[in-house]
């Protein structure tokens, strides 16, 4: 999860069901619908790759629109395998933008990966996690984490905007602990005088 936060996802959520509506498998591995991580990022195309092809948004038109780019929500997956026969029994490989898997250091080879699956090796000998100050850096990465290697990087692949639409609603479905929190502070002010007080004024 750290690592997917550290790629600039700003929702990062575990054991997501994803919509496999309209994709074409690429083989007998890819037979999953639950993914181990997934994230949700930005990735900015040129204003003439844009998904959305109107010329007029709202009566609005830019004047020189090839210097401007277009931000889409993208998701990158990850699949976490511990073993070979754990591999073998099967992950997910089409049903994020950019889709990984995560195994042991030399347990596969990358070339058993499908074409644009990329590979993150984690060595457990090595493996630290610090946080990083982002009020020195406020645009560098949230941690610094060693022992995690991108030995094979995923390629980008287009999804239809439905599947990212899912699994924001899915992650977001999930998150009721701040409407929660935000309701047992409201019920716990009615009990501070000084509140009630500016509540009642």
Known sequence: M???????????????????????RYLELDN????????????????????????????????????????????RGIEVKVSKSDFK?????????????????????????????????YNRYKFEVAENDLEEHPAGRPYTIKGLRVVKRARYRHLPQFHIDHVISTIAQRRTETRNMIYKQVIDGFADPELVYCVAT
């Open 32 to 75: 999953k619908k639950v993914i181990d991580v997934v994230g949700v990022s930005l990735k900015y195309f040129p204003w003439k790759k844009r998904k959305i092809q109107d010329d007029h948004i709202d009566d609005f038109e830019l004047v020189k629109p090839e210097k401007y780019e277009i931000g889409y929500n993208i998701l």
């Open 2 to 24: 750290l690592w997917l936060y550290n790629q600039m996802c700003h929702m990062v959520e575990t054991e997501v069901k994803l919509n496999q509506l309209g994709l074409l």
């Open 89 to 121: 029994n099967g992950f997910i490989c089409t049903g994020t933008n950019y889709n990984y898997v995560l195994t042991p250091t030399k347990l596969i080879s990358p070339s058993l990966l499908p074409q644009g699956v990329g590979l993150i090796e």
